[in-house]
């Protein structure tokens, strides 16, 4: 018994360190509120849409496809989201060097998804995950996509 009383003041310092310096993350809770948000927003305007939230990671935490929406707007909106995550920028930013002058260049680049309707979610300065909304214009999906973040 002393011995593990012993452990335990031992390495109890470096057990609340370790919680203090924790990495900030997007939580169940972060997305729900963001997929509220972003699923009010595409109601009001009268445009069905698939709702991705990623983590850091790129892993799904949050995934909702709104009644009427066609399925192949589940991968684009992952496909979104990934960009964001991946590169830490607006899809927007992909869609616009497409426009441009050796804009093709983009196209090669491994999950880079040019269409707007990605956004990257920062925490403290640090990417926690990202939104992907798919369904409508790529206009409308950013629309959609910032409201989302708004909420964030």
Not at 38 to 65: C, P, T
Not at 77 to 102: H, I, N, Q, W
């Amino acid at each position: 018994m002393k011995k593990l009383l012993f452990l335990i003041l031992l390495f109890a310092p470096f057990c609340i360190q370790a919680q203090n310096n924790m990495q900030p993350y997007l939580s169940l809770e972060d997305a729900t509120r963001i997929s509220d948000a972003a699923e009010v927003k595409s109601k009001a305007e009268g445009w069905n849409m698939v709702i991705v939230v990623l983590d850091a990671g790129g892993h799904i935490i949050s995934l909702r496809k709104m009644d009427g929406v066609q399925i192949g707007s589940i991968d684009v909106a992952l496909g979104k989201a990934k960009t964001s995550v991946y590169f830490k920028r607006p899809t927007k930013v992909f869609e616009d060097m497409m426009k441009g002058e050796g804009g093709a260049r983009i196209a090669t680049l491994p999950n880079a998804v040019a269409i707007e309707g990605g956004l990257p979610i920062f925490k403290d300065g640090i990417i926690v995950g990202a939104i992907g909304i798919s369904g409508a214009s790529s206009a409308q999906d950013g629309v959609v996509a910032a409201a989302g973040l708004e909420a964030y």
